[in-house]
T-cell receptor
Framework: NAGVTQTPKFQVLKTGQSMTLQCAQD?????MYWYRQDPGMGLRLIYY???????DKGEVPNGYNVSRLNKREFSLRLESAAPSQTSVYFC?????????????FGEGSRLTVL | SQKIEQNSEALNIQEGKTATLTCNYT??????LQWYRQDPGRGPVFLLL?????KEKRKERLKVTFDTTLKQSLFHITASQPADSATYLC???????????FGTGTRLQVFP
């Protein structure tokens, strides 16, 4: 049982380049999340999806776009990467529907923007 | 704006002692609070959930308290072991939403 799978695990970009972080879960969860984690800042929510076809902004959405392709997959796109987007990105999922359920996290994607 | 505070300094304790971590929050009325453990280079892993109408929750060596008047949660690990060394994150959830807001985490080091 894979849980939450993120790709790629590591990526180096130049300023202005674009890329997409992929995330897939195999637990039939309704809700999916993208967080970024920076030293001293903790986990900050970028975008959230309560169900297939719906997305909602989190605390730090600027510079990102998301797509909930289907129930399993939730991708995060950086259209024009900036050094400030250097971070560790975590995808997570939960059963959702306000069940206050636990979040299951992926192993993270470490992004460096030069 | 909503704010969650956890001790930014590492907590160092001796094996066998009880570790107590603090999570304080302001400008928020959470419906529930969760605690996660995060090891270096890994994603957070869920430990415990406590709801706003619950005072205390236990799971094996772990105990969580939730005081909505003080706006504070305490996370205790009894009989701590070196394997408990990790960063511990608290997270708050609201009513009718699955969004979680996380604190910055506290690093715990348990020495033999």
């Amino acid at each position: 049982n894979a849980g939450v799978t993120q790709t790629p695990k590591f990526q180096v970009l130049k300023t202005g380049q674009s890329m997409t972080l992929q995330c897939a879960q195999d637990m039939n969860h309704n809700s999916m999340y993208w967080y970024r984690q920076d030293p001293g800042m903790g986990l900050r929510l970028i975008y959230y999806s309560a169900s297939e076809g719906t997305t909602d902004k989190g605390e730090v959405p600027n510079g990102y776009n998301v797509s909930r392709l289907n129930k399993r997959e939730f991708s995060l796109r950086l259209e024009s990467a900036a050094p400030s987007q250097t971070s560790v990105y975590f995808c997570a999922s939960s059963e959702g529907s306000s069940g206050s359920g636990e979040l299951f996290f992926g192993e993270g994607s470490r992004l460096t923007v030069l | 704006s909503q704010k969650i505070e956890q001790n930014s300094e590492a907590l160092n304790i001796q094996e066998g002692k009880t570790a107590t971590l603090t999570c304080n929050y302001t400008n928020y009325s959470p419906a529930y609070l969760q605690w996660y453990r995060q090891d270096p280079g890994r994603g957070p892993v869920f430990l415990l959930l406590i709801r706003e109408n619950e005072k205390e929750k236990r799971k094996e060596r772990l105990k969580v308290t939730f005081d909505t008047t003080l706006k504070q949660s305490l996370f205790h690990i009894t009989a701590s072991q070196p394997a408990d060394s990790a960063t511990y994150l608290c997270a708050l959830g609201g009513y009718n939403t699955d969004k979680l807001i996380f604190g910055t985490g506290t690093r715990l080091q348990v020495f033999p």
